[in-house]
């Protein structure tokens, strides 16, 4: 079966602007969540959507958002973009998000903000 | 909160033993992941442990003391494709819940010939 899918792969914004970000989960996956890796940082949890409704929220300001659609496709949303966002935005989809569920991430958006 | 520590790096030889450790100190748990990346690739998924004990899967094993806070990989016959981040994740408690996953650091491996 197709695996978690990320678009685009590659990203270069300016500061100030804003930029949306895809994630096509596993067929049959409801759970999907977002990291954001750096190398000073690790990966990082931003947040985490179930059925169109975010259930967990990380530590990142409100320039962060993000939704879900009906068919589980997910989008997030930074905007006014700063220097330090340059980072590999990372989805990840299981199917109910329990914790004994295994997550499959995708390959990432590297994204750059100069 | 939580906190969990890994070495930041660790070097071994092809066909031999590594075992890296990861402890974390967490307000509570439900579990624990590792997973392993290679440079410019996604995590992909190694290992859940939610009980004491090791679960071994292949040439990899986990093994976990929650009174202890403490767990390790444990990779035999190592390989040069073994080369690669490994990261050690928990998840926190129900509150913070479902699918979030904190990582530590990670532990940049590198088998030799």
């Known amino acids: 079966k197709a695996g978690v899918t990320q678009t685009p792969r590659y990203l270069i914004k300016t500061r100030g602007q804003q930029v949306t970000l895809s994630c096509s989960p596993i067929?049959?996956?409801?759970?999907v969540s977002w990291y954001q890796q750096t190398p000073g940082q690790g990966l990082q949890f931003l947040f985490e959507y179930f059925s169109e409704t975010q259930r967990n929220k990380g530590n990142f300001p409100g320039r962060f958002s993000g939704r879900q659609f009906s068919n589980s496709r997910s989008e997030m949303n930074v905007s006014t973009l700063e220097l330090g966002d340059s980072a590999l935005y990372l989805c990840?989809?299981?199917?109910?998000?329990?914790?004994?569920?295994?997550?499959?991430f995708g390959q990432g958006t590297r994204l750059t903000v100069v | 909160g939580q906190n969990i520590d890994q070495p930041t790096e660790m070097t071994a030889t092809e066909g031999a033993i590594v075992q890296i450790n990861c402890t974390y100190q967490?307000?509570?748990?439900?579990?624990l992941f590792w997973y392993q990346q290679h440079a410019g690739e996604a995590p992909t998924f190694l290992s859940y442990?939610?009980?004491?004990g090791l679960e071994e899967k292949g040439r990899f094993s986990s093994f976990l003391s929650r009174s202890k806070g403490y767990s390790y990989l444990l990779l035999k016959e190592l390989q040069m494709k073994d080369s690669a981040s490994y990261l050690c994740a928990v998840i926190p408690p129900l509150s913070g819940g479902y699918n979030k996953l904190i990582f530590g650091a990670g532990t940049r491996l590198a088998v030799h010939p």
């Open positions: 967490t307000s509570g748990f439900n579990g």
């Open positions: 990840a989809s299981s199917r109910d998000g329990t914790p004994n569920t295994e997550a499959f």
């Open positions: 442990n939610v009980l004491d």
């Open positions: 067929s049959g996956h409801r759970s």
